[in-house]
């Protein structure tokens, strides 16, 4: 997958010509930024009450004042001559704008907001409200925008952790802030049924109950649904909440699209429905049994009660990792197998999406469905969302389906966010902020094949999420991030300057209640290798601004009178470096200690033994491939960061070719551990030279020490250290210890 990994560095021309023209503006702090902004000269004064008129049909302005005493400006009807106009024109502003753009003009006599429809009259007020914080003037401008994508959305997981209402309309108010206008509602799976369903009380009697609140603890507990236990812990929503906030968010422009997950994650029906499992037991399977017409009955009431209460066009039906072996064993399943003509389990699965999907077309609904879906044949109107990795979503466009991207290692946001040393228990591996804001396309998409991916969403899944605060602390900023990446256009991207307004950003949803992530106070680091003059180039940098970076190269503790960072560092040997971001003379987090190299063996070539070579079902997991672990490009604390090499069931086991006999007396390589996704450091290291390629000499065995293997996340250096010894070639062998996976990033030969 080549995705665009380049920050694109804002430099916008500021030309002042004698005649007072207008000129493009530098900076407004605006999320997501506009397609177009330009500047006239001066400022108006906003009044300290504020009056508004609003030409549109009548429908769509009582729906403007019902939202208007949650909007962020204070607002009264006024007649002509009111601050601020709003006029619905009837048709797009710009030549690539959808329904939802619009153009706001601020000059001396007020804003003027004109837009094709209410959406877009909406956004512009969004962007005002954003424009005025604060300040008690406004610049003179002309803001012209649109969409990238018609779709932008947000998937809240209430299964894992019930979510009441009141918290769903919380973060519905600030998705619409960010012009996000999708709420994907994850209603049903294995951690407890949301949905009350007429004819299926047991459903919410039962199914939406666990003992533990913890997802992980109750997991381990069996996963058993009790019903009647004293301290149980759970939830649904009744008809009249699930009418509560859609009407909410169609006030705020937001469609709720519900999830009912089949023909897997569906334990918590069969708990209490065991008669529509393979097994026909309880607690015995996740996955429906597609050979029993009753599971179609089940899935088709439930559905008629979705459609009866969320007028979305899209349901989404779940169908992922769905495991088939029930399927395999199953009389039932086979059978129906043999009279439809399918020739494997996938396909059967294939037959359910299907047949869901052809129950839906015929009431005027359209499915979606994870990319799974596309296995055994995809549904002939489905859109898929792509969650394992950009390809699905481009192989489902490439077939005339619509796409919509929700990238794993973009954007899941139950993933870290920063050193997973100091942060609470999530799931896998890093995602920090600047990687969710660098996701894009690749740029060799045909315009046949784009005009099929619709849009982007961040997935809030909830196994590592115990509190509606942690929620907001995991979502947000990483939510605007993703905002800008489905609304902005990659030409107006800049990661810098929305650094700066991110900034502001956090500060802000703070003061209104939301417990974000504060943003990093870690010192974040980047390596350029340039091969040519036999270099690194490393630069530092930080989440927080403005901020200092203070470091030191001797081996002790900065503080706030070590060196102030003030550009990259260019190494052509060796560099031991600390740094700590500085508040003023107050350190916050902790010490970035770095070691830099640039080792004999970058660009030299390297072999893996049959058994000891990486794992290439995941391209992230490969690091550049063959020569990934020897191109002197040093990791993140994410092995999805496209740097970390993975191993898995193999053991590492490398030879690298020197080119020529040279002394050598250090080889040594960092291996990560994250227990929550079974990654795991290696058992043992064994370092071996040879000077013909024939005859090797083991110079050292490594271990790690208990205390490291015993965290849950670490990072340790193993290899080997010692006098001087000649070497042409150095084998590198990494044991595994749990068979599961094993990461590093390069392997240092000094």
């Known amino acids: 997958m080549q995705l665009k990994r380049t920050l694109i560095i804002y430099a916008a021309a500021v030309v002042l010509a004698a005649c007072e023209a207008p000129r493009e ?59 601020v106009q709003i006029i619905e024109v009837g048709e797009n502003l710009l030549d690539s704008a959808s329904a939802e753009g619009y153009k706001l003009s601020v000059d001396k006599q007020g804003v003027r907001i004109q837009a094709a429809t209410a959406a877009g009259a909406f956004y512009g007020l969004q962007t005002l409200a954003q424009l005025a914080r604060g300040k008690d003037e406004l610049p003179v401008l002309t803001v012209e925008d649109a969409p990238r994508f018609p779709y932008r959305g947000l998937h809240l ?14 973060q519905i108010d600030l998705i619409a802030t960010y012009k996000m206008n999708r709420l994907h509602w994850h ?19 039962v199914a939406a109950w666990r003992k533990p609140a913890n997802y992980l603890e109750w997991r381990k507990d069996g996963r058993f649904y009790p019903q009647d236990t004293e301290g149980v812990y759970g939830g649904y929503y009744t008809a009249d909440d699930v009418r509560e906030v859609v009407e909410y968010a169609r006030l705020r422009h937001v469609t709720v699209i519900p999830e009912i997950e089949m023909p897997g994650h569906s334990s918590e029906v069969l708990a209490v429905y065991p008669q529509l499992s393979c097994t026909g037991k309880p607690y015995t399977s996740g996955e429906v049994c597609i050979g029993n017409e009753d599971t179609f009955t089940f899935f088709e009431d439930v559905l008629d009660e979705v459609m009866r209460l969320f007028p979305s066009h899209y349901i989404h039906i779940g169908g992922d990792e769905a495991s088939r072996r029930h399927w395999k064993a199953c009389p039932k399943c086979q059978r129906r197998m043999r009279e439809e003509g399918l020739k494997d389990e996938s396909q059967l699965q294939s037959y359910m999406i299907a047949r869901i999907e052809r129950y839906l077309n015929g009431k005027g609904r359209d499915i979606i469905g994870w990319d799974e879906i596309l296995e055994g044949g995809l549904a002939p109107n489905a859109t898929v969302m792509s969650w394992r990795s950009t390809e699905a979503g481009i192989r489902a466009a490439s077939m005339r389906h619509d796409a919509i991207m929700t990238p794993e290692d973009y954007f899941y946001l139950d993933r870290y966010q920063d050193d997973p040393e100091t942060q ?20 060799t998409l045909s315009p046949a094949v784009e005009k099929h991916i619709i849009g982007v969403q961040g997935n809030t899944w909830a196994e590592y999420i115990p509190t509606p605060e942690h929620a907001e602390y995991m979502i947000y900023p990483r939510a605007m991030a993703i905002a800008e990446v489905g609304w902005t256009q990659p030409a107006h991207k ?16 703070e003061g209104m209640g939301y417990h974000p992530f504060p943003l990093s106070v870690q010192v974040l680091h980047a390596q350029e290798v340039d091969y040519n003059n036999r270099c690194i180039r490393l630069s530092l940098t930080s989440e927080r601004y403005p901020i200092d ?23 052509k040997d060796s560099l031991l470096l600390a740094a700590r971001l500085f508040d003023g003379d107050k350190p916050l987090g902790k010490t970035l200690h770095l070691r830099t ?8 070539t390297i072999t893996y033994a049959k058994r000891g070579g990486y794992y290439t079902a995941k391209a992230s997991y490969m690091a550049g491939g063959d020569a990934g672990l ?36 250090r080889v040594v390589a960092c291996f990560m551990q994250v227990k929550s996704p079974n990654v795991f450091l290696p058992a043992q290291v064994d370092v071996y030279v040879s000077v013909d390629g024939k005859n090797f000499t083991l110079l050292g065995s490594d271990t790690c020490p208990e205390e490291e293997a015993a965290k849950e996340v670490a990072y340790v250096d193993l290899g080997w250290t010692g006098a001087p010894v000649p070497a042409r070639f150095v084998r590198f062998h990494a044991k595994q210890r749990m068979k599961q996976f094993l990461f590093t990033d390069e392997i240092v030969v000094q």
């Not at 997981?157 to 919380?170: A, G, L, N, Q």
């Not at 503080?559 to 190494?571: H, I, P, R, W």
Request: net charge negative.
């Open 25 to 83: 503006v530098a900076e407004v702090e605006v999320i997501p930024y506009p397609q177009s902004v330009v500047a006239g000269r001066g400022t108006v004064k906003l009044p300290s009450s504020l009056t508004f008129s609003a030409d549109m049909p009548q429908a769509e302005l009582n729906d403007l004042l019902a939202y208007l005493p949650d909007y962020a400006l204070p607002m009264k009807p006024d007649g002509k001559d009111a601050f």
């Open 157 to 170: 997981d209430v299964s894992r952790h019930f979510f009441d209402k009141e918290h769903v309309k919380k």
């Open 630 to 665: 020897v191109d002197g490009k040093r990791g993140g604390k994410s092995y999805a960061d496209g740097y970390w090499q993975g191993f898995c069931p193999n053991d590492l086991d490398a030879t690298i070719d020197l080119g020529e006999v040279t002394d050598i007396h």
């Open 424 to 443: 609470p228990l999530a799931f896998g591996s890093t995602i920090p902020l600047a990687a969710v804001y660098s996701y894009d396309l690749p740029d």
């Open 494 to 509: 800049d990661a810098e300057n929305f650094r700066h307004r991110v900034n502001r950003e956090v500060r802000h949803i």
């Open 549 to 571: 970076i203070r470091y030191t190269t001797d081996g002790t503790e900065p503080t706030a009178v070590s060196a102030l960072y003030e550009g990259e560092f260019v190494v």
């Open 187 to 205: 209603l049903t799976d294995g951690g407890g049924w949301r949905l009350e369903i007429p004819g299926y009380p047991e459903l919410t009697q």
């Open 597 to 604: 190299d640039y080792h004999k063996a970058i660009g030299k």
